[in-house]
């Protein structure tokens, strides 16, 4: 027999000598109105029960499984439905394990609650089922305010939205002499146009110093059709966003106070705050020092990585949390963002090598990062163009962000500081590589490279 054929033959697994590894195990299939549990047989009169959704048979349902001595519980992510359940069974001390869907794909042929269930239990017990990753409870209430956080930044640019709307409708073509009507010079104009003031010439008054277009053009551009019933939708939507503002402004209340409640990793009296990368504050940023508390909370600043600012270090963290060990390794951890190629291989050929898609907010916060590395003059920058020139700009941003994944990765791991030296050095072999390599073709068309004197 060949060596190849050998080897094939150690790689076959004999489904006949699977053993129960989780014998105090237990299946748990969650709707919205009711949830069916499956114990092992022989723990109580009935193996499966059928339970309703209330607190109350939440808590019935945890004290049944205590009775019949189950130990861990596995469970599909069901939307949100999951999310009380788990929470009372991992206060009482149940080792739980939230399974994703795909993972728990029944047999073909009659589909029930009970089966399902059932199903759910018996793969548990052959320890078939990997549990989802899960933060710690300090990270879960950074991650519920995070999530909350950008709710309500996205409704607020909703309504930013339909005041544009309303000032089309009107032909004021306000967005034509400034970038952003929600600045400066743009709210100004937008609340005098709501109170009643309809001149021109007034209202281009109201310009900033550092806006480039002049007071005429901005005067030309809100002359229009001042309609009534478009008045009163961009004074709704000018109430709206101001409401969602004071909801931010209260949210970032709330996240302080989490911050100020958590223990930090060090004390800024012996290691105080690196100076910033950039002064440059975006406009959705909270009004707390947030650089200062992440700092406080991971012994870190993330923000001195270029492309990274405090709001994508905060989404980050709240995602991923504090501690890696929870991914062996940086490829495992890359993978679970879905940052790196998915490979399906049959008869020894690659079908598909694309990345999954995900909605993992983590991934979607470096993309973004990656994305604003198109002109930067960083190494990143760099490699951000060199990647587009080759595979097109959607690659080269997920190529990008995958790279912005294993620093942070490697930093909070073992809780080194960001080092751009290291940077500058790749970035030198980088140019050294390029010279020889153009050196390599000038030679194969008999010329020669003559350094410049300039």
């Not at 899960?134 to 990270?139: A, F, G, K, L």
């Not at 743009?186 to 109201?206: C, D, Q, S």
């Not at 402004?249 to 910033?276: F, R, S």
């Not at 470096?366 to 994305?371: G, I």
Request: glycine share 4%; charged share 25%; net charge positive.
């Amino acid at each position: 027999m060949s060596k190849s054929k050998q080897a094939k033959q150690q790689n076959v697994v004999d489904l006949d000598t699977l053993k129960q590894i989780n014998l105090h195990a237990a299946g748990l299939d969650i709707g919205d109105a009711e949830i069916w549990a499956c114990v092992p047989p022989g723990r109580d009169d009935q193996s499966v029960r059928c339970f309703k959704t209330f607190t109350v048979d939440l808590h019935t349902l945890a004290d049944w499984l205590t009775e019949c001595g189950i130990k861990t519980v596995a469970m599909e992510s069901t939307g949100i439905y999951w999310i009380p359940i788990f929470e009372i069974l991992d206060d009482r001390g149940f080792e739980v394990k939230l399974v994703n869907a795909p993972h728990l794909k029944n047999v073909p042929g009659r589909k029930s609650d009970v089966q399902d269930c059932q199903w759910i239990q018996q793969l548990h017990t052959f320890g078939l089922l990997r549990g989802s990753f899960h933060p710690d409870e300090q990270m879960r209430t950074l991650r519920a305010y995070t999530r909350h956080r950008a709710n309500l930044i996205q409704c607020r640019t909703q309504h930013i939205q339909l005041m544009q709307k309303a000032l089309q409708l009107m032909n004021l073509k306000l967005t034509n002499v400034i970038s952003d009507i929600t600045g400066q010079t743009g709210l100004k104009i937008i609340r005098a146009i709501v109170a009643g003031e309809h001149n021109p010439t007034r209202l281009a008054k109201f310009r900033n110093s550092h806006c480039r277009k002049p007071e005429t053009e901005i005067a030309k551009s809100l002359e229009g059709n001042y309609r009534p019933e478009h008045l009163f939708a961009l004074q709704q939507a000018l109430e709206a966003y101001d409401f969602y503002t004071r909801q931010i402004q209260t949210c970032d209340e709330q996240l302080e106070l989490n911050y100020q409640a958590a223990k930090p990793q060090l004390d800024l009296a012996q290691h105080p705050l690196p100076p910033a990368r950039r002064a440059r504050r975006d406009k959705n940023s909270p009004t707390f020092d947030l650089r200062l508390h992440l700092f406080q909370l991971t012994g870190v600043d993330l923000t001195q990585i270029d492309g990274i600012n405090a709001l994508t270090a905060q989404t980050v963290l709240a995602e991923i949390g504090l501690d890696m060990s929870k991914w062996p390794t940086v490829k495992h951890f890359t993978s679970w963002l879905t940052l790196c190629p998915y490979q399906d291989i049959s008869g020894g050929k690659v079908l598909n090598s694309r990345t999954k898609p995900s909605n993992n907010r983590a991934a979607s916060a470096l993309r973004m990062a990656a994305q604003a590395l198109t002109h930067s003059h960083s190494p990143w920058g760099d490699y951000y163009r060199r990647m587009r020139s080759r595979h097109g700009p959607a690659k080269a941003i997920t190529a990008a962000a995958h790279k912005l994944a294993r620093i942070i990765y490697h930093i909070l791991k073992y809780r080194q500081p960001f080092d751009p030296d290291r940077l500058q050095r790749n970035q030198h072999q980088l140019q050294q590589r390029r010279l020889k390599r153009l050196k390599r073709q000038a030679a194969q068309l008999g010329m020669n490279l003559v350094p410049s004197s300039t």
